[in-house]
Structure formats: C-alpha cells, structure tokens
C-alpha cells in the first residue's frame, strides 16, 4: 500500500508564475489535507477536501491560492502569480475518514518544497 | 482558534537519558492531542496521541501526559538513542474536528 504520493518533491518558479501541487492520498483514504511549513516554523492548516467536496478552507489565504480534490486523480494545491514569500514546503496528508473517524492520524506525504526566486 | 506552543525549541541529551518536550494550548475544546516526529527532510510522522479522557498513555520508550486543567501536554522519551534525533511536534484539536493546529517543533538532537 503506497503512502501518500506529491509531486513535484521540488519546484522553482520565477516570481508571478504559477504553481501547481499534487497529492494522490493513501489507497482507501477519501479526506485530503493540505498544511504549509515555512522554515523554522510548524505546520499550518491551509485546506481539507474529500472528493468534489472542499469542506474547511479556512487556512487558505484568500488570493492566489486554490484547492481542488476532482472525482478522479490526485488533489492539487495551486498557487497563482507566485512571491517570495510563498516559498515553503507543502504537505499533503490523508485520512481514511475525518479527524473525528477511527483514529484521527494523518498520514503525511514526504511534501513539494517550493522555491520563489 | 487554536494556539499550540512548544517548549523548549532546542534540547540536546546524552544518549541514554531522558527527554521532555512540553506543550500548552489555549482552546479548552480541544480534546485529542497526536505527537509527530519528523526527520530532516522527510515526512511528519505520528509516533504517539492522547484523548482527553485519560492522563497518561506510554508504548515502549515513549509516554505522553495530559493535564487538562492546566492545559498543557508533554512527550517522554525514555533511553534516548541517536535515531531519536528529529524535530516533534505537538498538535491539539477538538477531536472531530478536521483541523491540527501544531506547534513550532522542538529539534531533539541525541549526543552519542
């Protein structure tokens, strides 16, 4: 059973360019989750989608960013006309259910470490 | 919303000895309290957690206390060893909510 899946592992981008995340969840796990961790910081919520469905995006900052988790293939973060200040790593986990389910753990993917230059 | 702070940021321990790492939050609902441990660049990874309806929970070397009433959590790790060294994190939510809130990661370096 393959864990969590992103890509790209590390992604460069100009200033003003676009990113695109991807996160392909745990087989069997429905809820995706996505956390930004800036250096020297911990992991801050930014999303949580099931299928189709984006349920709590109260993390996301209100421009630029957008989540999606589509009926099929994986989820992805997108982030429009990058800055420097977008430049972190991001981590996608997935969860059999939500929080509130069997055990409440997240299942983290090894994360997209994104560079502004 | 939720505000999780972890304590101390650096510790260093001679292998063998004993580790602690607390952590307070601040939302009185929060009631489920899960343990991450992440190694240089790789994934977080939940190592231990902690409901709300008990004090203490342990598997091998690890334990986690829960004072409610004073609102803060700690993690022992018992008998260190150099594969212990990582960064742990600390994460409080009201259980069923869908949100962690973490703290800022304590980096845990054992001296052989």
């Known amino acids: 059973n393959a864990g969590v899946m992103q890509n790209p592992r590390h992604l460069v981008r100009r200033r003003g360019q676009e990113a695109r995340l991807r996160c392909s969840p745990m087989k069997g796990h429905s809820h995706v989750y996505w956390y930004r961790q800036l250096p020297e910081e911990g992991l801050k919520f930014m999303v949580y989608l099931q299928k189709e469905n984006i349920i709590d995006e109260s993390g996301m900052p209100k421009e630029r960013f957008s989540a999606e988790f589509p009926k099929e293939g994986p989820s992805i973060l997108r982030i429009q006309q990058v800055v420097r200040g977008d430049s972190a790593a991001y981590f996608c986990?997935?969860?059999?259910?939500?929080?509130?389910?069997?055990?409440?753990?997240?299942?983290f993917g090894e994360g997209s470490r994104l560079t502004v230059l | 919303g939720e505000n999780v702070e972890q304590h101390p940021s650096t510790l260093s321990v001679q292998e063998g000895d004993s580790a602690v790492i607390k952590c307070t939050y601040s939302d009185s609902a929060s009631n489920y309290f899960p343990w991450y441990k992440q190694e240089l660049g790789k994934r977080p990874q939940l190592i231990i957690d902690?409901?709300?309806?008990?004090g203490e929970k342990k598997d091998q070397r690890i334990a986690v206390t829960l004072n409610k009433t004073a609102k803060h959590f700690s993690l022992h790790i018992t008998e260190t060893q150099p594969e212990d060294s990582a960064v742990y994190f600390c994460?409080?939510?009201?259980?069923?909510?869908?949100?962690?809130?973490f703290g800022k990661g304590n980096q845990v370096v054992v001296i052989p």
């Open positions: 994460a409080a939510t009201p259980y069923g909510n869908n949100r962690l809130a």
């Open positions: 902690i409901r709300s309806n008990v």
């Open positions: 986990a997935s969860s059999p259910s939500g929080q509130g389910g069997n055990t409440g753990e997240l299942f």
